[in-house]
């Protein structure tokens, strides 16, 4: 850990975040939410602040939201309980959350270990035969988009840092149309990769080169690294449009403990959650130069007023240029979750952070 990757505000910021997410669960475990997606989001604050399911301050709050994303895994060992054409974002997400779960503790959770078998199996059968994924939990000659692709990429790296086995052919065909999902700017997508090298480009929602938002450049850029394609030409180019989209955020200023608090993110939750894991895996300047940046934003904008329990600590899903996609509670749930995500990325608690891992997939998938 670099010494000043975490500083006693983003601490307090943290713990104030996971204060909020622990008064605002409900008994059942999923803070009023059937999206096993956003459930999983809250489990994962505090699994990545260090707190394992059942064990800690708050062992029995990830244990909750477990237990119930574990109880809601329908039969067919899809993981979502709202409408078809969400099957595979919470799917992905849920699973992601699960086999990280699964690492912080051991396997020792029978019902845990079934429901997420079932559904690594579930990913690996509905992968389309151009090695990305649709909406709806089926088979199809042609995925969707990227943002699908991304989802079951890091539910598979967290089979993968579990010690869980993962079929190479599904890897191979991920990475491939992650690969696909690149676009040169203002060049042509089919000309040799040393003409594309030349040209800046980014990763983009569909294949054909629309979409080409932050999130996306991100999520291209996790995909890539969570299967160790660490050397992909591809990650600097959207590397470098990352940083530049961070050093145009407002600066904001809350030394007296009101200003500016209005729970707002740099980014919406969706493309920090992916931004933020894409310069730590990347590591290096883009780390530390930007992660701070990103670090004292959360700090700043956090709603700070103790007498208000429905407020105070959290955050919603909306970024300092606008957008967000989740509204409501479900979107302070979304905010507040992400940005502890965020804040607790240099605990490095979470299996999929841990560089030793990180650094033994390129040994194990090798570059394809």
Same mark, same amino acid.
């Given at each position: 850990?670099?010494?000043?990757?975490?500083?006693?505000?983003?601490e307090?910021?943290?713990?104030?975040g996971?204060?909020?997410?622990?008064?605002?669960q409900?008994?059942n475990?999923?803070?009023?939410?059937? &999206? *096993?997606? +956003? #459930?999983? @989001?809250? /489990?994962? =604050?505090f699994?990545? $602040?260090?707190? !394992?399911?059942?064990?800690?301050?708050?062992?029995?709050?990830?244990?909750?939201?477990?237990?119930?994303?574990?109880?809601?895994?329908?039969?067919?060992?899809?993981l979502n309980?709202?409408?078809?054409?969400?099957d595979?974002?919470?799917h992905?997400?849920?699973?992601?959350?699960?086999?990280?779960?699964?690492?912080?503790t051991?396997?020792?959770?029978?019902?845990?270990?079934?429901?997420?078998d079932?559904a690594?199996?579930?990913?690996?059968?509905?992968?389309?035969?151009?090695g990305?994924?649709?909406?709806?939990?089926?088979r199809?000659?042609?995925?969707? &988009? *990227?943002s +699908? #692709?991304? @989802?079951? /990429?890091? =539910?598979?790296?967290? $089979?993968?840092d !579990?010690?869980?086995?993962?079929?190479p052919?599904?890897?191979?065909?991920?990475?491939?149309?992650?690969?696909?999902?690149?676009?040169?700017?203002?060049?042509?997508?089919?000309a040799?990769?040393?003409?594309?090298q030349?040209i800046?480009?980014?990763f983009?929602?569909?294949?054909?080169?629309?979409?080409?938002?932050?999130?996306?450049?991100?999520?291209?850029?996790?995909?890539?690294?969570?299967f160790?394609?660490?050397?992909?030409?591809?990650?600097?180019?959207?590397?470098?449009?990352?940083?530049?989209a961070?050093k145009?955020?407002?600066?904001?200023?809350?030394?007296?403990g009101k200003?500016?608090?209005n729970?707002?993110?740099?980014f919406? $939750?969706?493309?920090?959650?992916?931004?933020?894991?894409?310069?730590?895996?990347?590591?290096?300047?883009?780390?530390?130069?930007?992660?701070?940046?990103?670090?004292?934003?959360?700090?700043?904008s956090?709603?700070?007023?103790?007498?208000?329990?429905?407020?105070?600590?959290?955050?919603?899903?909306?970024?300092?240029?606008?957008?967000?996609?989740?509204?409501?509670?479900p979107g302070?749930?979304?905010?507040?979750?992400?940005?502890?995500?965020?804040?607790?990325?240099?605990?490095?608690?979470l299996?999929i952070?841990q560089?030793?891992?990180?650094?033994s997939?390129?040994?194990?998938?090798?570059?394809?």
């Amino acid at each position: 850990m670099l010494v000043d990757e975490i500083t006693p505000e983003s601490e307090a910021a943290l713990q104030r975040g996971l204060e909020w997410l622990a008064k605002n669960q409900g008994p059942n475990g999923n803070w009023d939410s059937n &999206d *096993l997606g +956003l #459930v999983g @989001m809250g /489990a994962l =604050a505090f699994m990545a $602040a260090g707190h !394992s399911p059942g064990r800690g301050k708050y062992g029995n709050t990830v244990k909750r939201a477990i237990d119930y994303m574990t109880s809601k895994a329908r039969a067919d060992g899809v993981l979502n309980q709202s409408d078809a054409q969400r099957d595979m974002y919470n799917h992905g997400l849920a699973a992601f959350v699960l086999g990280q779960a699964y690492g912080m503790t051991s396997g020792q959770d029978r019902k845990l270990n079934s429901v997420l078998d079932r559904a690594l199996k579930v990913i690996a059968n509905t992968q389309c035969e151009d090695g990305g994924w649709d909406y709806r939990a089926h088979r199809q000659p042609v995925g969707h &988009d *990227l943002s +699908l #692709v991304v @989802m079951q /990429a890091k =539910a598979l790296r967290s $089979a993968v840092d !579990s010690g869980l086995e993962v079929p190479p052919e599904v890897i191979d065909q991920a990475i491939r149309s992650v690969r696909e999902h690149y676009s040169p700017h203002g060049g042509n997508r089919a000309a040799p990769e040393e003409e594309q090298q030349k040209i800046p480009g980014q990763f983009t929602y569909g294949k054909g080169g629309s979409g080409g938002t932050i999130a996306m450049a991100a999520a291209g850029v996790v995909c890539l690294q969570e299967f160790g394609q660490y050397d992909d030409w591809r990650i600097e180019k959207n590397m470098i449009l990352i940083g530049e989209a961070i050093k145009k955020l407002p600066e904001l200023k809350s030394g007296d403990g009101k200003a500016n608090r209005n729970g707002t993110m740099p980014f919406d $939750a969706y493309s920090l959650y992916y931004v933020g894991q894409a310069l730590y895996q990347v590591g290096g300047t883009h780390w530390r130069d930007n992660y701070p940046r990103l670090r004292d934003y959360l700090v700043a904008s956090q709603k700070f007023d103790a007498a208000n329990v429905a407020e105070h600590g959290s955050w919603m899903d909306h970024g300092a240029g606008g957008g967000g996609r989740v509204s409501g509670k479900p979107g302070q749930l979304y905010g507040t979750s992400v940005a502890c995500f965020i804040l607790a990325i240099p605990n490095r608690y979470l299996p999929i952070l841990q560089e030793g891992r990180i650094e033994s997939l390129k040994n194990k998938f090798g570059t394809r």
